[in-house]
């Protein structure tokens, strides 16, 4: 018998809305927000006055820049919806919304179909394995056409979407929606912006495409559901109840993808996707568990998702509010966490205390007593707590994996304007550092310069501009340079002794270290380099294979050439020495970073540079133009395909330091008619010549 907890969690729908940037996630979370009541008024993109577009940058450039979280209800169901950013450069609002996600719903250009960021989105829902759905928007627009993005859909995403309603009427013709599961058509009246929705039959017309699109539907979802697999294939009538159970196993399972569409500016179908949403995405009830590790032996541990468990949550969002100061947005996995509880910091051991709880709708708030497992809120009070952070009440002790963030590929030098604004300056970066975990601030060593990158132009243009409005910080800034990485190319092996009075104490460590290099596949996922001790305890004490580790692991944050961040590398402590009167911590600190800054100038070290996939979308005409001026940057071509009838899609791995300015060049080369999206693929080691520009530029500079 469930509890009335359980009741209460099957009714929820943690969802995230993702997709390419323009596809029309905030237009459709307006929709949701007006037909749940939550809105008395829609709100537009390109009037700057929607509800979660709420920072001054979002409603001026019409894009969405930060993840907003907001509830609503719809048919005794709660609905938890995040929208998240379709432009890649904030791509990190994306990974950790679907990390602590229940479900998505994709949302595609009826026009332009599957778009590079589309995939992009897409792959990182499968990583985290969320049930999703699809929703193909814009079906009034010129060129619009549903069966070319289901193909596309199939083509580049996966072969489980399958359409369970299906338009009537094309582009200015599209009329309504209909709904495979029940067979009848749905309109939407124009006069109540859609909020009035009528039911009628299916034209004569269009009875046969439909009844085969029906066909097709059944004969898929038979193999989730016995009963209905039986009825199929005697010819029976099936329910439309029948049918949602088959679709809600298949979603919940990842085996099957509902399609649907409609046009969220027009106000068409958008309460099918309501209905969709609470039928078919799963409740946090339906994710029994989640699996955990021990933080010590790293052995997996399952944690039931029950509120009378003991508390595991994950805090997926650091925000920094001018009222209310740091706000950590969490989801709660197991547990219930209350105002005023404490918890501990599993990933740095600290015990923090709740002030208060929020729930965010938005840039509102309201404030709430407590969090059950299956919610997602924000707290007040913790000062240690970041992203990626597990917390947990004292009964039980667990780390649940980790987010992953792409690197940063460009960095610009800043300043404040006056010698006044320089400590605002350092409070700002670091509290923006703090929220955006693909925003890195260093000092150089050679320049002195503080040093701010990101994942792309807009990406930095946004923090400086955060930076005026937000904190009200004067700045000058440099050009937008590459962020260069180093590794190595062969083995190396060096020793250091660090021997020293120090205060009329001596100190005394010695480490013997080799350095061998690795590719990106011999690494653990999401790890940079790899650690490993070969000492034992009679050589160096264990108490002190700690500080050896972090202390060596530091020291490949500033290489041989360039002072970059060193990867690749797989460390070995091969050999050591201690004293038991002199040897301490801080002495086998600097041991080992010595003798890895000597082992590195001697593994011939090389530079490694950003490669991006550049997707260039243009006329036929001028495919062959765009090739050979991508070759010319020292791109590889890796995919030329028709996109739709329109437009040819080549997509290439292109450095990035030759795509600097490259919007004029590809609008000069296709006379305006080609457009383009960027996104980091990987770092690769540069050809020599260009290694030795590189070094002279940096060096140069320094000097």
Sequence with gaps: MKSESDSSLSRIRNIGIIAHIDAGKTTTTERILFYTGFLHKMGEVHDGNTFTDWMDQERERGITITSATVSCFWKEHQINIIDTPGHVDFTAEVERSLRVLDGAVGIFCGVSGVEPQSETVWHQADRYKVPRMAFINKLDRSGADFDQVVSMI???????????????????QFEGVIDLITMTVWRFDALT???????????????????????????????????????????????????????????????????????????????????AICDFLP???????????????????????????????????????????????????????????????????????????????????????ALHAGDIGAVVGPKFLVTGDTITDANISVILSKMHFPDTVISMAIEPKTKADQDALTDAL???????????????????????????????????????????????????????????????????????DLNGKGSFAQVKVRLSPLSAAELPDDAKNLYVNNVNPSQIPAEYWKAIEESALNSLNDGALINGNVERVKIEVIDGA??????NEAAF??????????????????????????????????????????????????????????????????????L????????????????YTLEFKKYDICPVNIQNVVLKRIRGYAD
Aim: aromatic share 6%; hydrophobic share 35%; proline share 5%.
């Design 660 to 675: 600097f300015g490259y919007a004029t060049r590809v609008r000069s080369i296709s006379q305006g008619r080609a457009n």
């Design 589 to 658: 600190r600097i041991s080992v970073s010595m003798a890895i800054n000597k082992a590195l100038r001697h593994a011939s070290p090389v530079i490694m540079e950003p490669i991006m996939l550049l997707t260039v979308l243009c006329p036929e005409d001028f495919v062959g133009d765009v090739i050979a001026d991508i070759n010319s940057k020292r791109g590889k071509i890796d995919i030329v395909r028709r996109h739709n009838d329109f437009l040819q899609e080549i997509v290439s791995e292109t450095p990035l330091s030759e």
């Design 193 to 275: 912006q859609g909020s009035e929705a009528h039911e009628s039959m299916i034209p004569e017309e269009m009875r046969d495409q439909a009844e085969y699109m029906r066909e097709e539907l059944l004969e898929k979802i038979s193999e989730f559901d016995d009963e209905l697999m039986m009825k199929f294939l005697e010819g029976e009538e099936i329910s439309p109840q029948l049918i949602r159970k088959a679709i809600r196993k298949g979603t919940l399972d990842n085996h099957f993808i509902p399609v649907l569409c409609g046009s969220s500016l027009k106000n068409k179908g958008v309460q099918l996707l309501l209905d």
């Design 578 to 583: 201690h004293n038991p009167v002199d040897s």
């Design 154 to 172: 199939h083509d580049r995403l996966t072969t489980k979407a399958v359409p369970v309603n299906i338009p009537i009427g094309k582009e200015d």
């Design 430 to 500: 670091a509290r923006l550092e703090e929220e955006d975990p693909t925003f890195r601030v260093r000092i150089d060593k050679e320049t002195g310069q503080t040093l701010i990158s990101g994942m792309g132009e807009l990406h930095l243009d946004i923090i400086f501009d955060r930076l005026k409005r937000e904190f009200n910080v004067a700045a000058n800034r440099g050009n937008p340079q590459v962020s260069y990485k180093e590794t190595i190319t062969s083995v190396s092996v060096a020793e250091d002794t660090f021997m020293r």
């Design 283 to 369: 409740a946090p009830t339906d994710i029994e568990t989640t699996t955990g590790f021990d933080p010590v032996s790293h052995e997996p541990i399952v944690i039931y998702n029950d509120p009378l468990k003991p508390f595991v949550a994950m805090a997926f969002k650091v925000q920094i509010d001018k009222y209310v100061g740091k706000l950590v947005y969490i989801r709660v996995y197991a547990g219930t966490l209350r105002k005023g509880d404490t918890f501990i910091n599993q990933t740095n051991g600290k015990r923090e205390r709740v002030n208060r709880i929020l729930q965010m709708m938005s840039n509102r708030k309201n404030d709430m007593d």
